[in-house]
Structure formats: C-alpha cells, structure tokens
C-alpha cells in the first residue's frame, strides 16, 4: 500500500524506445528488403518488429518502489517478479549518465548492498532527480530506528 511520501519511479518512454531502436531498425530494414527483393522478408520484419514491442514492454514493466523501510524492485510481463530490499541494507549508490541520458535527463542508479541476494541493483533509464538524497536520508532513518550502526 502506497503512502503519500513513497516514491514510485518507472524507467522512461524515451529509453524503453530507445533500448528497442535497433530492433526497429532492423524491422524497417527487412521491411525495405521485401520491398526490393522479395516478399517473404514481411515475416522476418514482423518477428523482429514482435521482439522490439516484447522488449519495450518488457522494460516498461520495471517499477521501483521507495519506501521508508524498503526498496521493492518488481519486472516481467507474463511472471513477475518482485525483489524486496531493506532500507538499513543499503550501503553506497552510483549514478551513471552516458551522453546520451544526458540530452535525454535520464540515469542509471546502482545501489550497493549488503543483501546476499541482491548485492547490486540498478535502477535503469530513470528520470534525472535528486532520489539519492531522499534514499540517503531513508537510509539514514531507517538505521537509527533498528539500532544499526556502522563499524569500519
């Protein structure tokens, strides 16, 4: 259940759009072979066409919960799965930006952990924000309530 100060975050239309760019192009690619060579390349352009859709929804599918006592990682189309990380697990983060999520204003935010199961998570194509902050200070928050301290 959602409360007003969760944060819920999906990765972008534009990156999902362009993680499935070059299927797409090679759709319109063996569009253009029907077009001079033969017919049949239709159902070649139409699998590859019912790829980039799959993987554009597919990527669309990724939600990102934020809470104050966890993170809640859910994907997939036809079997979900949710992955669930407490807040206090959270060790250091790391945003990445190529060129091009920067014209876009997008990111990549990799969370380290302390989690055997998911000791990395990346947030990918989410939109440029100040999230790490607000995870620092959850972070912060949620180690002072369950008496967890830091030893180096």
């Not at 090679?26 to 049949?40: D, E, G, H, N």
């Not at 790490?132 to 928050?141: A, H, K, N, Q, Y």
Request: charged share 20%; net charge positive.
């Amino acid at each position: 259940m959602m409360q007003n100060d969760d944060i819920l975050l999906r990765p972008a239309m534009l990156f999902a759009f362009l993680k499935a760019l070059p299927l797409i192009t090679l759709a319109i690619t063996f569009l253009l072979l029907a077009w001079w060579l033969s017919p049949y390349f239709i159902l070649f352009s139409m699998v590859v066409c019912g790829f980039a859709w799959y993987r554009l929804l597919y990527i669309r599918s990724f939600q990102y919960l934020i809470t104050h006592e966890y993170i809640r990682m859910t994907s997939g189309i036809f079997f979900k799965r949710i992955d669930q990380l407490e807040m206090f697990r959270v060790k250091d983060y790391i945003i990445t930006q190529s060129f091009i999520l920067q014209l876009c204003k997008l990111m990549y935010l990799t969370l380290k952990s302390t989690d055997p199961e998911n000791p990395v998570i990346q947030f990918q194509g989410i939109p440029e924000s100040v999230i790490t902050d607000t995870i620092r200070d959850r972070v912060l928050e949620a180690r002072k309530s369950n008496n967890i301290y830091e030893l180096n």
